[in-house]
């Protein structure tokens, strides 16, 4: 078992940044693949950035790129997502996963979730 907790969320105004933390602990993730993913009001959950632990490559959504970074701390076991120029859109619950992952853009390719972290972009 994994267990994730995502840290860092609130108001942010737009063009602001904010970083989020996702603290995993229990069983070791050096095996996984680790995502962000995103969900709004009345949407489905959405994709946004991914990483493979072992390795560190890094996947980014459309949407995202080249403002959002998604990086690592392996002491520490946690997983960031640096947000910059954000945008009122960027509103949603954001939430961390973990999991074998082979397609990382899925979120059911994953196996384990934190409880979220709200995320608000005031225009």
Not at 52 to 57: A, D, E
Not at 75 to 92: G, H
Request: contains cysteine; charged residues 20%.
């Amino acid at each position: 078992q994994v267990q994730l907790v995502e840290s860092g969320g609130g108001l942010v105004q737009a063009g602001g940044s904010l970083r989020l933390s996702c603290a995993a602990s229990g069983r070791t993730v050096s095996a996984y693949s680790m995502g962000w993913f995103r969900q709004a009001p009345g949407k489905e959950r959405e994709f946004v950035a991914a990483l493979r632990w072992s390795g560190g490559s890094t996947y980014n959504a459309d949407s995202v790129k080249g403002r959002f970074t998604i990086s690592r701390d392996n002491d520490k076991n946690t997983l960031y997502l640096q947000m910059n120029s954000r945008k009122p859109e960027d509103t949603a619950v954001y939430y961390c996963a973990a999991g074998s992952a082979s397609y990382y853009w899925l979120p059911h390719d994953y196996d384990y979730w934190g409880q979220g972290t709200q995320v608000t972009v005031s225009s």
